[in-house]
Structures are given as C-alpha cells and as structure tokens.
C-alpha cells in the first residue's frame, strides 16, 4: 500500500513562494502519474498540476504561469514550485499518485491520495 506524505505547506506572504514536497512510499510496482491538487472549505477539490512519469506536464488555470511540477522518478517524489502566490491559492494541497501493476486483487492500478498540506497565503 503506497503512502503519500506531503511536506512545505506554510503561511506565505502575497507575492511570495513555496515548494511543497510529497514522497510515496511502500510502492509495489511502479508510481505513473503524479499530481497536485487542492481544496477549499466547503468547495470542490481541484487539480492544480499532474505530471507523468516521462516528465509531461498539465497545469490548470490557476497554477499556468506561476507554479511548476516536478518529479525524481528514482526517489517516488513530486514537487511543486508555487510563485508569486495570492490569498486566493489559500488551500489544502493534496498530493495524488498512480500505481500501476498486476496486483494480488486482480486490478492493475491503484489511486492514492496524500493526507494534504496547508497553504495559508495572507500578509
């Protein structure tokens, strides 16, 4: 069972950066694609960035531009570099990865979802 840990939330000054981390661990077989996402309160969750494992990327709206995705396949970790946040990108980032494999269950991929890290943009 893959564990997702996401690490780098904080509170960040308007117009400042994070880089929020998140490792998988226990993986079986091998992690494909990977992926950011967040939510508000009270509002449905979004994707933010995704990222396969041969390195291409998809951004949503709010993060073109300003953040970026990244991953080191050998350590099973995603990255994302936010800049030049705003209050509006105040959220729980969670962190997504699948897994693909001949698994004991008779599937062959797995959804796993980190447990999200806070990010408080605000001056």
């Known amino acids: 069972q893959v564990q997702l840990v996401e690490s780098g939330g904080g509170l960040v000054q308007p117009g400042g950066s994070l880089r929020l981390s998140c490792v998988a661990s226990?993986?079986?077989?091998?992690?494909?694609?990977m992926a950011w996402y967040r939510q508000v309160a009270g509002k449905k969750r979004e994707l933010v960035a995704t990222?396969?494992?041969?390195?291409?990327?998809f951004y949503g709206d709010s993060a073109k531009g300003r953040f970026t995705i990244t991953r080191v396949n050998v350590k099973d970790t995603v990255y994302l570099q936010m800049n030049n946040l705003k209050p509006e990108d105040t959220a729980v980032y969670y962190c997504?990865?699948?897994?693909?494999?001949?698994?004991?269950?008779?599937?062959?991929?797995?959804?796993?979802w980190g447990k999200g890290t806070l990010v408080t943009v605000a001056s």
């Open positions: 226990g993986v079986t077989f091998e992690i494909n694609s």
């Open positions: 997504n990865a699948d897994e693909y494999g001949d698994f004991a269950d008779g599937t062959y991929g797995k959804n796993y």
């Open positions: 990222i396969a494992r041969s390195g291409s990327t």
